[in-house]
């Protein structure tokens, strides 16, 4: 059953992080270190596939988090800003091809949409 459930976990998260607005090149930053919210903000970003507000961005990394592909980093006085990924989301990039973030389905989209929409109101 725990099989199952890492499976499970591993296809959302795959999910979340293909039909997200980050680059491979976000990913692979992500795997280096941390990256902060607001070099996700930045405007012509070379992370993002488009411009994110900082309420957007910040609903993505939430998402993601709540997912289980990104985990917030510590520092001395608490939690930051910056994220960096989880084992989880190590091992989903890694099974992607190296130059590239596969894309996701319309269906994908929607799916991962819907499961967005209804974790913000549960």
Known sequence: MDLA???????RADR???CSPLHRRCFDALQEGAVGLTDLCVSGSPLTTRPLS???ADQLVRWLLRVGLLRREVDGQGLTDRVRLTPLGRQVVAAWPKRCCPPASWQEHWSNGLRRWISIWS
């Open 54 to 56: 900082e309420p957007q």
């Open 16 to 18: 979340a992080a293909r």
């Open 5 to 11: 459930i890492e499976k499970q976990a591993a296809r």
